[in-house]
């Protein structure tokens, strides 16, 4: 029994000495995050602030609009006037983006229905919450979105033009909020749907927090000599530049677009000879594709550096796809994956 009881002593010592791993919310994969994940997204997932509006209602907002022209790769930017008689108390987003937002900033008994790709995990950051509260609606389902008999819809440039005529038919007011990708449209757009729907002072809070928690990211990052060069290589070999979601995560973190260092304005298709000549430190390709097997597989990129150096990370497709406050948990992972074993 006293030998029992002394190495049942030793085992606790051994016990206690060991190293206490990292928290699996400071985890993706085998990377360690700078940032604990999940109390990222919960501080970007709820933002009330004090602000008052002076304004009553109905108000007129004057607003930037902008669309992108992928056929010329050109923005085309027109100032333009949005009028609402009331406050709107039962709003439907049409876009992922818009939805998490909305998640953050408005009260949640006003947000009415959701579109079907918010209450897809591949596609949204709350989409199991989506999934709890509903109800959810396919894209195309225009008669079931009249039928909630919303006060106001959130439409985005790829809404398409049926939808909106379905809408203006039906006489349901919708306020279109155009193109937005970078991290700074982003913040200027939840600025202008807090104004829209009257709550000014949590679209500033949600702002703040960005803020905050961009700076917080900042400083865990290790000092380098050389910037990492990353490039995101997407189905068909499009790649993503300057005006990108892409390009604000890699800003966010002090990397390098290739894309955007090689003048792609939005997105643009590249050939393997290419990719080649651009030579980047790490690629990234969305998970649950082929593409990095392909990549790998392919002779004519063999003496590619991030394929010499097995420097090709798949990422699921969510944390690329963002348009939302909810970039910055991208940024968060992506640290991770360059700045490897530096947290």
């Known amino acids: 029994m006293k030998k029992i009881a002394i190495l049942l002593g030793i085992l ?18 085998h990377a360690v995050l700078p940032l604990d994940m999940d109390e990222l997204k919960n501080s970007l997932s709820y933002a009330r602030g004090n602000v008052k509006s002076g304004e009553s209602w109905p108000r007129a907002i004057e607003y930037e609009h902008e669309i992108y022209d992928f056929r010329n790769n050109v923005f085309d930017r027109k ?18 983006g818009v939805a998490e937002i909305l998640w953050a900033i408005c009260p949640r008994e006003r947000i009415i229905a959701f579109n079907e790709f918010a209450a897809d995990p591949e596609f949204c950051f709350i989409a199991d919450f989506v999934n709890k509260k509903g109800p959810v609606f396919k894209s195309r389902q225009t008669e079931l979105v009249i039928g909630y008999q919303p006060d106001l819809v959130f439409i ?3 809404s398409g033009a049926d939808f909106r005529q379905k809408l203006n038919q039906a006489k349901i007011d919708y306020f ?33 927090v960005m803020g905050e928690q961009i700076k917080k990211l900042k400083n865990k990052l290790p000092a380098v000599d050389t910037p990492v060069r990353a490039l995101y290589y997407d189905e068909g070999g499009y790649i993503p530049g300057r005006t990108s ?29 290419t990719l080649l000549r651009w030579d980047p430190d790490i690629i990234i390709v969305p998970k649950g594709s082929n593409l990095k097997y392909q990549l790998t597989g392919n002779s004519v990129l063999s ?21 939302s406050q909810f970039m910055i948990l991208s940024a968060n992972l992506m640290a991770g ?5 530096a947290f």
């Open 79 to 96: 100032t333009r006037t949005f009028t609402i008689k009331r406050q709107p108390l039962r709003i439907i987003p049409h876009a992922v």
């Open 176 to 208: 279109d909020l155009g193109y937005f990708g970078s991290i700074a449209s982003i913040q200027k757009q939840i600025l202008l749907i807090g104004k829209i729907i009257g709550e000014e002072g949590n679209a500033g809070a949600l702002v703040n």
């Open 12 to 29: 606790i010592v051994l016990c206690l000495a060991m190293p206490v791993p990292s928290s699996q919310s400071n985890r993706a994969g």
């Open 245 to 273: 979601n892409f390009n604000s995560i890699c800003d966010i973190i002090s990397v390098v677009n290739v894309g955007a260092e090689q003048g792609i304005k939005s997105w643009a298709q590249i050939d393997n000879e």
């Open 303 to 323: 003496h590619a550096r991030a394929i010499k150096n097995k420097k090709i990370f798949d990422i699921p497709g969510v944390y690329l796809r963002v348009d």
């Open 156 to 158: 985005v440039f790829y």
């Open 337 to 341: 994956i360059v700045y490897e074993n």
